[in-house]
């Protein structure tokens, strides 16, 4: 079983910058890919931004240029670093990784347990 632990939410100001860590835990796996995934009320889970092992990214068009997704392969663990905060990125965000077991074919994918972010004055 694989385990994504979240931390780094909060209430922001518009304008204002938080940074979301999200940390794997288990054993026997290979990550294909980390990211995030945001869901505000009423509205559908999206994509926020991605990145694989050789640290290619991809971010949603709404949020490139103001945040930036990293990852630590040896922890391993995903931040993203977001700057220029909006109320309209106001959402649960979700940390997802999608993973392989050793010595088996196939991905399993799994979700964190969702951190609040709130951009108000």
């Known amino acids: 079983q694989v385990q994504l632990v979240e931390s780094g939410g909060g209430l922001v100001q518009p304008g204002g910058s938080l940074r979301l860590s999200c940390t794997a835990s288990g054993s026997d796996f290979s990550i294909n890919v980390m990211g995030w995934f945001r869901q505000a009320p009423g509205k559908q889970r999206e994509l926020v931004a991605t990145i694989i092992g050789g640290g290619r990214t991809n971010y949603a068009d709404s949020v490139k240029g103001r945040f930036t997704i990293s990852r630590d392969n040896i922890e391993p663990r995903v931040d993203l670093q977001m700057t220029s905060l909006k109320p309209e990125d106001t959402a649960v965000y979700y940390c997802?990784?999608?993973?392989?077991?050793?010595?088996?074919?196939?991905?399993?994918?799994?979700w964190g347990q969702g951190t609040q972010v709130t951009v108000s004055s």
């Open positions: 997802h990784t999608d993973i392989t077991r050793t010595g088996f074919v196939g991905s399993e994918a799994y």
